[in-house]
């Protein structure tokens, strides 16, 4: 069984920035993804970024491009996700989530693992 823990969200004044970070605890071998995703008030959990095993591939959402950077610390079984420029309509309870395969996706049911969230408010 695998245990995601997000920290870091809160509340930021628009152009502000965040950086949020998960911990992977458990069983946790071989080659996987993570991923973040987020769901704002009213509407369906969407895709924000997602990195490979390696840390060499990214990717990201186009709402999140330039914005957002995705970055992970294998040894510490860390992903995080910083987030700069930040809007309004990036508040939402951010998610990450682990993928124990190959294959870089933006899907969420490609996933395996998801964390509880944690919430990101972005507001004057």
């Known amino acids: 069984q695998v245990h995601l823990a997000e920290s870091g969200g809160g509340v930021v004044q628009p152009g502000g920035s965040l950086r949020l970070s998960c911990d992977a605890s458990g069983w946790i071998d071989g080659i996987y993804i993570m991923g973040w995703f987020r769901r704002a008030p009213g509407k369906e959990r969407e895709f924000v970024a997602a990195?490979?095993?390696?840390?060499?591939?990214?990717l990201y959402a186009d709402s999140t491009k330039g914005r957002f950077t995705i970055s992970r610390d294998n040894a510490k079984n860390r992903v995080y996700l910083s987030m700069d420029d930040l809007e309004p309509e990036d508040t939402a309870d951010y998610y990450c989530a682990l993928r124990i395969n190959v294959g870089m996706t933006r899907a969420e049911a490609e996933y395996d693992y998801w964390g509880q969230g944690t919430q990101v408010t972005v507001s004057s």
């Open positions: 990195i490979s095993r390696n840390g060499i591939t990214n």
